[in-house]
C-alpha cells in the first residue's frame, strides 16, 4: 500500500502544478474559468469525502477504487481540449482522490501493530506529502517537454501501473498463503 501511495502521490498529486497549465497553455482560459477548475475539483472531493464518511470502514477495495479513479482521471485529463469536459474530470478527480487519500491513511494505521503504528504513519506521511517537490519538479518538467498532456498522461499511467503491481503482488502473495495451508 506504501508503495502504491508513493508513486500516486509523487507523480499525480502535482494537479495543483497542473491545473494552472491546463487552464492557461491547454485550454487558453482566464482566471475566472481557472477558478471553476479548482472549485470542481474542490467540489469533487467534498463528495468524496461525504461518500467516504457514510462508509463503515476502510477497505482494501475503496483503496483500490479510488487509486484506479484517480489515475483513469489524470490519464483522461491528457487529451483535453475543452472546459467542459475538464470541469467534469476534476470533478471525479477530486472525488476519487478523497476516497484515495482517507481510505490509504485508515489501511494503514489499521494494518499498523500498535507499538510501530507512530513509524508507520511517520512513513505514510512521507510517501504521502513528503515527495511532493520532487514531483512538482518532475510535473513541471513533463509539463514543459509536452504540455499538460505529457505530464497528466505519466501521472495517469504511473498509477495504474502502481495498482496493477500492487495487485499482482496481493494475488501472487495469496496464492503462495494458500499453497502453504494445503
Do not use: C, K
Request: cysteine-free.
Amino acid at each position: 500500500m506504501l508503495v502504491v501511495v508513493t508513486i500516486v502521490s509523487t507523480v499525480g498529486f502535482n494537479f495543483n502544478v497542473l491545473v494552472p497549465l491546463l487552464a492557461s497553455q491547454t485550454l487558453h482560459v482566464g482566471a475566472g474559468t481557472f477558478g471553476a477548475l479548482s472549485a470542481s475539483f474542490g467540489l469533487g472531493a467534498l463528495a468524496g469525502a461525504l461518500a467516504t464518511a457514510t462508509m463503515r470502514s476502510a477497505s482494501p477495495r475503496t483503496f483500490a477504487v479510488g487509486a484506479v479513479g484517480f489515475s483513469l482521471a489524470m490519464l483522461g485529463l491528457a487529451p483535453v481540449h475543452t472546459t467542459g469536459l475538464a470541469l467534469v474530470l476534476l470533478f471525479v478527480l477530486g472525488l476519487t482522490f478523497s476516497l484515495f487519500t482517507a481510505s490509504a491513511n485508515a489501511l494503514v494505521q489499521l494494518a499498523s501493530p500498535d507499538h510501530l503504528r507512530g513509524r508507520v504513519v511517520s512513513l505514510y506521511l512521507f510517501a504521502f506529502a513528503g515527495l511532493a517537490p520532487i514531483g512538482g519538479i518532475v510535473a513541471g518538467w513533463l509539463a514543459d517537454v509536452g504540455g499538460t498532456e505529457l505530464a497528466f498522461a505519466v501521472a495517469g499511467f504511473s498509477g495504474l501501473a502502481a495498482v496493477a503491481w500492487a495487485q499482482r503482488r496481493l494475488f501472487h502473495a495469496s496464492l503462495d498463503s494458500a499453497s502453504v495451508e494445503a
